[in-house]
C-alpha cells in the first residue's frame, strides 16, 4: 500500500474512500458530498481509524460549504452549524475528529464574510492541507519508530493502525512500513481484534499487500506467545491519549499492556500529537463508545450467540500512562519517564501549531 492504494481521494468533486468494511474480499470507493453522508461513513465504519475519521471530517465540513454556495447567508450559516453537530456526533472517542472539526471552524470563522464559493475553495484547501499533513506526520513518525527496532524483531500489534486508519503509510504500522524500508527484517504478528475483527481483515490485508510478513493470531493468543519469548515488542496506534498518558484504544489493548508488563516486553503507542488530549485529564475522562450488540452476536448475517443474551460491546478500553513504555510521535518519542512526571502537557505545547 505504498501508494497504489489511497484510504482517502479527492476526485475533484467529492471525497471517495474505501469501504472498509468490505474488505479484505473487495476493494470499493464509496462518494461521499455533503456533511451528512461523511458522518454516515465515519458512524457505520465505511472509514475508521482516529486519523483517518478527522480528514474525513474536515472534507465533510468543506463539501457542505460547497453544496451550499448560492444560498442565503442564513442558510448558509444556519446549515453549516448542522454540518459540525452531525459531524461532532458521529463517534465520540477519536479526538481527531473534534481537532479536525475545531480547526475548519476558526477557518470559517475567519472567511465568513468572503463569497461562499471563496469560502467553500478555502475549506477544501485546508481539508487537501490536513490529508497532506496527516501523511508526512505519519512518514516522521515512521521514521522515530523504527529506530526502536532491531533487526529481526518479532512484534505485535492489535487492531488496525495502518495506512487503512490514516490518510497514508499508517502509524503503527507505518514503523513497520518505515523499519522495512530502512533494511530491516521484521515479522509482524497481528491480533484478529474481535468483535469486527479489523486485525484479521485490514491489518493482515495491509501487510501481505506489502510483503511484510504477518501472522495472525486470534486475541487470546498473545499472552501464551509473550510467555514462550515470542513476541519482542508491541506497538499500537490509538484514538486519544490523556493529559496524564493514558491511552484509549480498541477494546483488548488493556489486557495486550498488562501481558507486556508481566513478561517484560516494550509496549510503544504511536500517534500525531493531533490525537493528544490535553483538556481530558486522565483515561476515566475518555469517553469510550458502546457500539451495537450485532457485532457481538457474530459477523454479517452470521449469528453464532442465542437469541435473548445480554450483550456488552465497548469499542474501546484504556491503557493507564505507567503501561506504556513510550509514546510515538512525529515530534520524536515521549518517554514513560515523560508521561509519569506529568511532562507530557510541556512536550506537546511546544510542538502544537
Known amino acids: 500500500m ?38 454516515d461513513a465515519i458512524r457505520t465504519m465505511v472509514i475508521r481509524g482516529a486519523p483517518a475519521i478527522g480528514v474525513a471530517a474536515a472534507y465533510g465540513i468543506a463539501l457542505e460549504a460547497k453544496r451550499l454556495a448560492g444560498s442565503s447567508p442564513d442558510t448558509f450559516i444556519k446549515q453549516m452549524e448542522s ?17 479536525a472539526l475545531n480547526r475548519m471552524r476558526k477557518i470559517l470563522d475567519n472567511i465568513i464574510q468572503l463569497p461562499q464559493e471563496t469560502i467553500a475553495e478555502m475549506l477544501i484547501a485546508q481539508a487537501h492541507s490536513i490529508l497532506k499533513e496527516d501523511i508526512e506526520a505519519n512518514r516522521r513518525m515512521g521514521i522515530f519508530g523504527a529506530s526502536l527496532l532491531r533487526d529481526g524483531m518479532r512484534v505485535l500489534t492489535h487492531c488496525n493502525a495502518g495506512a487503512l486508519a490514516t490518510a497514508g503509510h499508517g502509524t503503527a504500522l507505518g514503523v513497520f512500513r518505515s523499519a522495512v524500508e530502512s533494511g530491516k527484517r521484521i515479522s509482524v504478528f497481528a491480533d484478529e481484534t474481535r468483535p469486527v475483527l479489523q486485525g484479521a481483515r485490514l491489518t493482515a490485508w495491509e501487510m501481505v499487500q506489502e510483503s511484510i510478513p504477518v501472522t495472525l493470531i486470534t486475541d487470546n493468543m498473545s499472552g501464551h506467545l509473550m510467555s514462550q519469548g515470542e513476541i519482542d515488542a508491541i506497538i499500537v496506534g490509538t484514538d486519544r491519549v490523556a493529559a496524564n498518558g493514558d491511552v484509549a484504544n480498541k477494546i483488548g489493548t488493556y489486557m495486550v499492556a498488562v501481558l507486556a508488563k508481566r513478561h517484560s516486553i516494550p509496549f510503544y503507542v504511536a500517534c500525531p500529537l493531533s490525537t493528544i488530549d490535553l483538556n481530558i485529564p486522565d483515561g476515566k475522562a475518555i469517553p469510550i463508545e458502546e457500539r451495537p450488540a450485532n457485532e457481538v452476536k457474530g459477523f454479517g448475517e452470521l449469528h453464532w450467540a442465542p437469541e435473548g443474551v445480554s450483550i456488552r460491546n465497548p469499542a474501546f478500553d484504556v491503557t493507564p500512562a505507567e503501561l506504556v513504555t513510550a509514546l510515538i510521535t512525529e515530534e520524536g518519542i515521549i518517554d514513560n519517564k515523560i508521561l509519569i512526571s506529568g511532562k507530557l502537557t510541556e512536550f506537546v505545547e511546544k510542538y502544537r501549531k
Open 83 to 99: 454540518g459540525f453537530n452531525v459531524l461532532g456526533t458521529s463517534r465520540p472517542t477519536a479526538v481527531n475528529l473534534f481537532w
Open 2 to 39: 505504498t501508494g497504489s492504494v489511497e484510504t482517502l481521494r479527492w476526485n475533484g468533486q467529492s471525497i471517495e474512500m474505501i469501504d472498509q468494511r468490505l474488505l479484505p474480499h473487495q476493494l470499493q470507493y464509496r462518494s461521499y458530498n455533503s456533511a451528512q453522508g461523511v458522518a
